[in-house]
């Protein structure tokens, strides 16, 4: 996203709170589309800043507001789904780098040892396919993401962690357990 893009949420979030972020992300998300060159890390950059922005609205209206209170993550959640209502798969991860991204998480898996694949399978919960703006299921463990393969994918900022969920590696807004995107297929069980 350019700076002009940035400055026009920040400017019609003001403007028109967060039920009019929402039609300007759809706007702007809809162009996004159209311009060549948009990286994985513009997009998250962009999830970040309309994340920033829904929670300044919430702060606004609830000074209060305390991200350790589940009252606040779930106003944000609410928010957020509501400002990113027609979002869909690839929006933040890209076409170009999914593909990127589904190669670096399959060749480190098929490096990896029979037992330690079939450990980490066992972590991963068995679920229908993730969705673009639904919740991970609730008492569902956290399967994580071998360090060694976070390693090697491309950094997210401290709001936003990559996990597995059923067979997709999933992008997980930590505050509010919304899933923010995902790619399907990332995992394959092993007969």
Avoid: C, K
């Amino acid at each position: 996203m350019s700076a002009r893009h940035a400055r026009f949420i920040i400017l019609s979030t003001l403007l028109l709170g967060v039920a009019g972020a929402a039609r300007v992300h759809d706007r702007l998300s809809a162009s996004a589309r159209d311009i060549r060159g948009a990286t994985f890390a513009d997009r998250v950059a962009d999830y970040a800043t309309l994340r920033g922005h829904v929670l300044e609205q919430l702060a606004r209206s609830d000074p209060r507001a305390d991200l350790s209170d589940a009252a606040s993550r779930n106003a944000l959640a609410s928010a957020l789904r509501n400002a990113r209502q027609r979002s869909h798969s690839g929006e933040v991860f890209g076409n170009d780098d999914i593909e990127r991204i589904l190669q670096i998480v399959r060749a480190d898996l098929s490096r990896r040892d029979p037992l330690d694949y079939e450990a980490l399978l066992a972590e991963v919960p068995v679920t229908p396919p993730a969705q673009v703006n639904e919740f991970y299921p609730e008492g569902a463990p956290l399967a994580t993401v071998p360090p060694l393969l976070l390693a090697q994918l491309p950094s997210l900022p401290p709001s936003l962690q990559y996990r597995f969920l059923g067979d997709a590696l999933i992008l997980l807004d930590v505050d509010t357990n919304l899933i923010v995107d995902f790619i399907p297929d990332a995992l394959t069980r092993r007969t």
